[in-house]
């Protein structure tokens, strides 16, 4: 049954949508909507932008937020957008009108929607906790070279507060240290992938991170049994947490690629911002405090640089002095090192860690 709901109206991104009212983000709401996962729709549309145009899929929709602002700053394919709820059926068709688009809208079960489905090029599942329900769907209906995008909040299960829990849902051990986010995705990561393989879809990361208690990851997906034996080998123990991935977080040219698309933007919408209406690409709304993606897209964009699992701490390193001008002594040598986005007292670099001592 459709309930009566207060509403209230939020500018993001170039999308104007309803949401209900409340204070308190919480499921319990007649239609999810989460102002600080702005950055998580913010980076899935630079991403996007990336790439030509695709059929896309929004399969836990809320109120339509993504799938309303890829319509607006994006050239696709195609659009879907689905959520079980009633509610939020009825509301993303509301914000579909008041926004001027057209996309199709389902209110069915994800799995079931996306088994009825023909498959999409790209799957974003954003749900509540653990992706875990929606993970064997979502591959078997993500197309050859598509990209599927995975949102986990459970992350106290893979960071080592309930290893239990990881060992059953997630199939490794994790480590509760300095180096939990980094663990807890890489072991997020190679769980997805061993689904990936079932169906010989070899599901090869192009860009992940950890923020605000949420990790995420694009995947590429790839067809073939020879690229699924690759991933396999790259799967194993990192200071007894694991087995997980010891690949690649990101495909680096597009982590370049977002920043470099993110700071001209940026540059533009302050150039424009007496006039911001009508321009596809400027993905920035004017209440946002752009520079936090800004940075943080930086930080990315120059760990993915450093071919390093792994990073260390310099808290716990004594009186080793400045994360910064240890970096710099590091680069003097010869070698890579940058802050990680994981940590802020973190290093990543390609340096043996003995050798860092003497530095
Ligand atoms: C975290 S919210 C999605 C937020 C949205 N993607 C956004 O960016 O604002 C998760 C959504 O999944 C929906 N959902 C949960 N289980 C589902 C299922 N089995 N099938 C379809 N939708 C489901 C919920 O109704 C909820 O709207």
């Known amino acids: 049954m459709i309930k009566k709901f207060p509403l209230k109206k939020i500018r993001e991104g170039s999308a104007d949508i309803f949401a209900p009212q409340g204070d308190k983000i919480s499921r319990e709401l007649p239609v999810f909507y989460n102002p600080v996962m702005k950055l998580n729709r913010d980076i899935s549309i630079l991403l996007l932008q990336q790439f030509p145009a695709m059929n896309i899929c929004d399969l836990l929709a809320g109120t339509g937020i993504r799938a ?61 906790g653990s992706s875990n329900p929606f993970l064997d769907a979502a591959v078997k209906r993500i197309s050859r070279d598509g990209i599927l995008a995975v949102t986990n909040t459970d992350t106290a299960a893979m960071t080592g507060t309930y290893p239990k829990s990881c060992i059953r849902k997630y199939w490794a051990k994790p480590k509760l240290d300095y180096m939990m986010h980094e663990t807890g995705l890489r072991i997020l990561i190679r769980k997805i992938q061993l689904i990936g393989m079932q169906y010989e879809k070899a599901l090869i990361p192009l860009f992940s991170y950890y923020k605000d208690h949420y990790m995420r990851v694009f995947f590429r997906c790839i067809k073939g049994k020879k690229e699924c034996d690759n991933i396999a080998k790259q799967h194993g123990m990192l200071n007894d947490a694991g087995p997980l991935w010891l690949g690649s977080l990101w495909d680096k040219k597009l982590a370049y690629k977002m920043h470099s698309q993110l700071s001209k933007t940026t540059k533009e919408k302050k150039a424009l911002s007496k006039n911001p209406v009508g321009n596809k690409k400027i993905i920035i709304d004017n209440n946002q405090n752009y520079n936090e993606l800004l940075k943080f897209l930086k930080i990315i964009k ?16 004594g009186k080793i002095g400045r994360k910064e001008e240890l970096i710099g002594k590091i680069r003097k040598k010869g070698h890579k090192a940058a802050s990680t986005h994981f940590l802020g007292t973190g290093i990543r670099t390609d340096i043996d860690y003995s050798l860092i001592e003497k530095i």
């Not at 760990?303 to 260390?312: L, P, R, T």
């Open 68 to 128: 309303i602002r890829i319509a607006k700053e994006l050239s696709y394919k195609s659009i879907t957008a689905n959520d079980h709820n009633k509610n939020s059926f009825s509301l993303i068709k509301k914000n579909m009108r008041y926004n001027k688009v057209k996309f199709s809208v389902f209110n069915d079960d994800a799995n079931r929607f996306l088994l009825d489905s023909k498959g999409f090029d790209y799957i974003d599942v954003d749900p509540f």
């Open 302 to 317: 120059d760990e993915s640089k450093i071919n390093a699992v792994g990073f260390f701490d310099t808290h716990r390193m």
